[in-house]
């Protein structure tokens, strides 16, 4: 047992995974023939281990993906995605965040933007990235409601200190004048400073007929499509019917206690 005298300290640093390695030690002989170097790399370790996994847990929480258990081993690189697989490796990495490049996914409904937005995002969040993810009406709700309540500078703020964010879903409804003006902000905030993704079912070259107001348009595009990785998906097999059967599949197998 942890004499008081050794757990006080140690709990006012807030070394808790220090303290349950420790009883770990105490209560288990398969350590008796460690040396005291060899002791005390098992306290470590262990707090760094635990101050990681509640560093990403806490990421997790934060990012508010769509998908939080979005993984690359459910995405199929056959087919015309076959193409695509060094590309999409490569975003799984980080290195374009790091470098401040921005990817852009667009696809009919059904290809899995959503789906690969978030596994790529979940990769991400397990390097130790900071990431958000909105769907694109939501997040003018949250842009407005912040600056119905003066807080939209410290929502700019916020953005910029994330590496990345997910944009879903743009061209899923008309966006208005000022929209527009949100939007290109945001990117102007973050031009060569972090990383955006953007998904759309409108193909690259409409997206300036889309987006509309010539001037404004061109300095979106400029902030967003020129350094932008692209992945235009054209499967035509529905991936969102096939993540329903793997969702389902994860149900059963919980219900059955597998």
């Known amino acids: 047992?942890?004499?008081p005298s050794i757990r006080k300290?140690?709990?006012?640093?807030?070394?808790?995974?220090v303290i349950r390695a420790l009883e770990t030690q105490y209560s288990?002989?398969?350590?008796?023939?460690l040396t005291y170097e060899e002791r005390l790399e098992h306290l470590f370790i262990t707090q760094v281990e635990e101050d990681r996994n509640r560093a990403m847990t806490r990421r997790v929480k934060q990012?508010?993906?769509?998908?939080?258990?979005?993984?690359?081993?459910?995405?199929e690189f056959g087919g015309e995605r076959s193409g695509h697989k060094k590309l999409l490796l490569s975003l799984l990495t980080g290195n374009w965040v790091m470098k401040h490049l921005n990817a852009v996914i667009t696809g009919a409904s059904g290809t899995g933007k959503t789906y690969l937005a978030n596994a790529i995002a979940n990769a991400l969040l397990s390097a130790g990235y900071k990431v958000l993810y909105y769907r694109l009406d939501d997040f003018f709700k949250e842009a407005y409601k912040k600056q119905t309540l003066d807080q939209y500078a410290n929502f700019r703020r916020t953005l910029l200190k994330t590496d990345l964010l997910v944009l879903d879903d743009l061209g899923a409804c008309e966006l208005s004048g000022e929209q527009v003006e949100i939007l290109y902000c945001i990117l102007e905030d973050r031009y060569t400073e972090c990383s955006t993704l953007i998904t759309s079912q409108i193909p690259f070259q409409d997206w300036h007929a889309f987006i509309g107001s010539d001037n404004v348009a061109d300095a979106i595009l400029d902030r967003i499509i020129h350094n932008a990785h692209k992945l235009p998906l054209h499967s035509k097999k529905s991936m969102r019917e096939k993540f329903g059967k793997i969702a389902l599949e994860e149900d059963l197998k919980e219900s059955k206690g597998e």
């Open 28 to 33: 288990s002989n398969e350590f008796d023939d």
């Open 1 to 3: 047992m942890i004499s």
């Open 9 to 17: 300290p140690i709990e006012e640093l807030g070394l808790h995974g």
């Open 63 to 75: 990012a508010r993906l769509r998908f939080p258990n979005a993984c690359t081993e459910n995405i």
